[in-house]
């Protein structure tokens, strides 16, 4: 019998409905899966939709962007039908704006309207109409196929079916203070209700967090949050987007720096600061133990990538520059300083972190501008380090002359 039924479907559909400017869409805004779409369509009698070029099934997705995914109904053999399932990026942030976008071309408009957060986004009660659990949904297309005949323009018949289930996320802040003191360590935290994990994207001033930049963006859920610690040193913008919500519904917070911030002094490298858990970041080398008879400070490697900085912190200071002058050759090598929260926490003593800031050098960075190349007798190079402010907080601070003292040193090779 219900084979029967299909077929007399498919025949009405073939001959009297089928139309390059007819359309029926389902926007259901709940996670595709195929138990879910299969138990909607059979409560409402449209199983036998499944397969039909003229129907278009619109479903959340999982994934970072926009993908089409297969779907079948629940018949073998010949008659096993197929239809594509788009997977709509994101989440639920704006199921409105997504039946909006639907909309736009003529159409009559159904709303599953019991049980959801979202009422009938604002339509007057002339903009739609209501759809009831267990609705015959192929005699809804026939009554509204009679409709489009008499029309001479695309028509679109719309079900938008809306999950009760609202998706929300929150930036949140350890400080109260939307000013703080340069230098302040503020932590933050995206979190949302989502039990399934959502694609976040968070950026400071612009640019992505670390977190971020290999796949673009994080993903959290409801167990798993993100948090991550900032120094503020300048007035600071933290942006959380959630993956194919549009920026509307961004979250946004800006935190600023208490004072003028127009402070330079001279630029301090504490060479042999005692880390709490490296001890020493350079190791002294006296002219008696040096192969060249030249005394110096041998720079240590922390996992074999990193070459340590510790520098008076500088409220006016936002950028420094190391400069490395071969003693004997005059060769010279620059590369910029990176400043690094993450070390700091590390490396740094509780009673120091309103002093001193953690600036690091890459070892690879190094080696590829050659500061680890032999000279040409074969002997290992030394350097004259200077340190130098190359960028202010403000534009008009003058920094010449603050450079930090000449010091000789060698860089700890990796094993």
Same mark, same amino acid.
């Given at each position: 019998?219900?084979?029967?039924?299909?077929?007399?479907?498919?025949?009405?559909?073939?001959?009297?409905?089928?139309?390059? +400017?007819?359309?029926?869409?389902?926007?259901?805004?709940?996670?595709?899966?195929?138990?879910?779409? !299969?138990?909607?369509?059979?409560?409402?009698?449209?199983? *036998?939709?499944?397969?039909?070029?003229?129907?278009?099934?619109?479903?959340?997705?999982?994934?970072?962007?926009?993908?089409?995914?297969?779907?079948?109904?629940?018949?073998?053999?010949?008659?096993?039908?197929?239809?594509? %399932?788009?997977?709509?990026?994101?989440?639920?942030?704006?199921?409105?704006? @997504?039946?909006?976008?639907?909309?736009?071309?003529?159409?009559?408009?159904?709303?599953?309207?019991?049980?959801? +957060?979202?009422?009938?986004?604002?339509?007057?009660?002339?903009?739609?109409?209501?759809?009831?659990?267990?609705?015959?949904?192929?005699?809804?297309?026939?009554?509204?196929?009679?409709?489009?005949?008499?029309?001479?323009?695309?028509?679109?018949?719309?079900?938008?079916?809306?999950?009760?289930?609202?998706?929300?996320?929150?930036?949140?802040?350890?400080?109260?203070?939307?000013?703080?003191?340069?230098?302040?360590?503020?932590?933050?935290?995206?979190?949302?209700? *989502?039990?399934?994990?959502?694609?976040?994207?968070?950026?400071?001033?612009?640019?992505?967090?670390?977190?971020?930049?290999?796949?673009?963006?994080?993903?959290? !859920?409801?167990?798993?949050?993100?948090?991550?610690?900032?120094?503020?040193?300048?007035?600071?913008?933290?942006?959380? /987007?959630?993956?194919?919500?549009?920026?509307?519904?961004?979250?946004?917070?800006?935190?600023?720096?208490?004072?003028?911030?127009?402070?330079?002094?001279?630029?301090?490298?504490?060479?042999?600061?005692?880390?709490?858990?490296?001890?020493?970041?350079?190791? @002294?080398? *006296?002219?008696?133990?040096?192969?060249?008879?030249?005394?110096?400070?041998?720079?240590?490697? %922390? /996992?074999?990538?990193?070459?340590?900085?510790?520098?008076?912190?500088?409220?006016?200071?936002?950028?420094?520059?190391?400069?490395?002058?071969?003693?004997?050759?005059?060769?010279?090598?620059?590369?910029?300083?990176?400043? *690094?929260?993450?070390?700091?926490?590390?490396?740094?003593?509780?009673?120091?972190?309103?002093?001193?800031?953690?600036?690091?050098?890459?070892? /690879?960075?190094?080696?590829?501008?050659?500061?680890?190349?032999? @000279?040409?007798? +074969?002997?290992?190079?030394?350097? !004259?380090?200077?340190?130098?402010?190359?960028?202010?907080?403000?534009?008009?601070?003058?920094?010449?002359?603050?450079?930090?003292?000449?010091?000789?040193?060698?860089?700890?090779?990796?094993?």
């Amino acid at each position: 019998m219900k084979f029967i039924k299909f077929l007399l479907f498919s025949l009405i559909i073939s001959n009297n409905f089928y139309s390059q +400017d007819f359309k029926v869409v389902f926007l259901i805004d709940r996670p595709y899966d195929k138990t879910t779409l !299969n138990s909607t369509l059979m409560s409402m009698n449209g199983m *036998s939709l499944i397969g039909e070029d003229f129907v278009q099934f619109k479903m959340i997705s999982n994934s970072e962007n926009e993908v089409k995914l297969p779907h079948y109904n629940d018949v073998d053999g010949k008659d096993k039908k197929k239809s594509d %399932v788009i997977g709509m990026a994101g989440v639920r942030c704006n199921p409105c704006k @997504r039946l909006l976008e639907e909309r736009k071309t003529k159409n009559t408009t159904y709303i599953l309207t019991s049980d959801n +957060d979202f009422g009938t986004c604002k339509l007057s009660v002339d903009d739609y109409e209501t759809l009831a659990s267990g609705e015959d949904l192929v005699e809804i297309i026939k009554k509204e196929r009679k409709k489009a005949k008499k029309l001479n323009e695309a028509y679109k018949v719309i079900f938008w079916i809306p999950d009760n289930k609202t998706v929300s996320v929150d930036l949140v802040t350890d400080n109260e203070n939307k000013k703080v003191d340069f230098g302040t360590l503020v932590t933050f935290t995206a979190s949302t209700n *989502s039990k399934e994990s959502i694609p976040v994207i968070m950026t400071i001033n612009g640019e992505l967090i670390d977190e971020c930049k290999e796949n673009g963006v994080a993903k959290i !859920n409801r167990s798993i949050p993100l948090s991550i610690s900032h120094e503020i040193t300048e007035t600071t913008e933290i942006k959380l /987007d959630v993956k194919g919500c549009g920026d509307a519904n961004a979250k946004k917070m800006t935190i600023e720096v208490n004072g003028n911030c127009n402070e330079i002094e001279k630029v301090t490298h504490e060479i042999y600061y005692t880390s709490k858990v490296k001890g020493s970041l350079a190791k @002294r080398v *006296s002219a008696e133990n040096a192969l060249d008879g030249v005394a110096c400070s041998e720079i240590q490697l %922390v /996992d074999n990538k990193y070459y340590i900085v510790v520098i008076n912190k500088q409220c006016g200071v936002r950028e420094y520059r190391a400069e490395f002058e071969d003693i004997q050759t005059g060769k010279k090598i620059t590369t910029t300083l990176r400043k *690094s929260q993450e070390q700091a926490n590390v490396h740094l003593n509780s009673s120091d972190r309103e002093s001193f800031s953690v600036f690091t050098l890459n070892h /690879d960075d190094l080696k590829s501008k050659g500061l680890f190349d032999l @000279r040409s007798d +074969d002997s290992e190079p030394k350097y !004259n380090m200077k340190i130098f402010p190359t960028e202010a907080i403000k534009e008009d601070l003058d920094l010449k002359g603050y450079e930090s003292k000449s010091q000789v040193v060698k860089f700890q090779k990796c094993n």
